[in-house]
C-alpha cells in the first residue's frame, strides 16, 4: 500500500512536471519597447491629432504591459490589440463612439469611406500611397474566426524611423522589433506578411473623427 502511494505521488509530480514543460511553451514573458519618438522621420510635421494619438501610444508602451485576449484597461497588467486602440481613442474623446474589437473598427472605417484595401505585398505598390501616420493597419487569420472578412488583428501606424523603417504600435502576442521578439504592449517593426503565411494584410485606413482631414475633428483632450 505505501508502494502504491509513492507511485501516485510520483505520477503526480511527472505530471505537473510535463504540464509546466508544456506551459513554457506556449506563454511568454513580457517583452516590450517603448514607442521612439525621438527617431520617427518627420515626427515634427505631423498634424497635432496624430501627435497626440502617438504620445499616448507611447505612454502606454512604457508601461511594460503584456498581451491578454479580452483587456482594454492597462490596470490588469495586459490587453489585447484592439483593447489598446480603444483605450487611447476613449481617453482622447469619451464622447465619440469607438468600436471595442478589431472587427468592429475595419467596418467603422468601412461605414466612413476610409478603408484602403490592399492585396499587395510590398510597400512599393499603388495601394500604399494614402498610407500615413495615424493610420489603423488591419490583418486577417491570425487566429481562427468564423467572421466575414475575418478581420483579427489592428495596429497603429506610427510612419518610419529615421533609417527608413515603418513602425507600428499595438498589443501582440508574438511580433518584432529591430530584430527581437516582442510580447505585449509595444512598438513593432511594421513588416507585411509573404504569400506562404497564413495571416494577411488586408487593409488600413483613418481613424473617423480623429485623423480623418475630410471630416470637422472632434476636440482631443
Not at 15 to 41: E, K, M, Y
Not at 73 to 91: E, T, W
Not at 184 to 201: A, C, K, M
Amino acid at each position: 500500500m505505501q508502494n502504491f502511494k509513492r507511485f501516485i505521488c510520483l505520477l503526480t509530480i511527472l505530471f505537473f512536471l510535463i504540464l509546466s514543460a508544456g506551459c513554457a511553451q506556449f506563454f511568454h514573458p513580457t517583452v516590450t519597447r517603448p514607442i521612439p519618438v525621438d527617431n520617427l522621420a518627420h515626427y515634427s510635421t505631423y498634424p497635432n491629432n496624430v501627435k497626440r494619438i502617438i504620445w499616448r501610444a507611447k505612454y502606454l508602451s512604457q508601461q511594460h504591459l503584456g498581451y491578454r485576449f479580452g483587456s482594454a484597461n492597462p490596470q490588469n497588467g495586459a490587453m489585447d490589440c484592439s483593447g489598446v486602440i480603444y483605450y487611447i481613442l476613449k481617453n482622447l474623446n469619451h464622447h465619440v463612439f469607438v468600436p471595442r474589437d478589431s472587427y468592429q473598427m475595419y467596418f467603422w472605417l468601412m461605414h466612413h469611406h476610409a478603408i484602403h484595401y490592399v492585396t499587395d505585398e510590398n510597400f512599393y505598390s499603388p495601394q500604399f500611397n494614402a498610407l500615413k501616420p495615424g493610420d489603423l493597419l488591419f490583418w486577417t487569420g491570425t487566429f481562427r474566426t468564423n467572421r466575414k472578412p475575418p478581420i483579427t488583428h489592428v495596429m497603429l501606424y506610427l510612419g518610419k524611423n529615421k533609417n527608413g523603417q515603418r513602425l507600428m504600435f499595438g498589443s501582440s502576442d508574438g511580433g518584432l522589433y529591430r530584430g527581437e521578439e516582442i510580447y505585449g504592449v509595444s512598438v513593432f517593426d511594421f513588416i507585411l506578411p509573404n504569400r506562404y503565411d497564413h495571416e494577411r494584410f488586408v487593409a488600413y485606413g483613418c481613424i473617423p473623427h480623429f485623423t480623418c482631414s475630410r471630416q470637422k475633428k472632434v476636440v482631443l483632450i
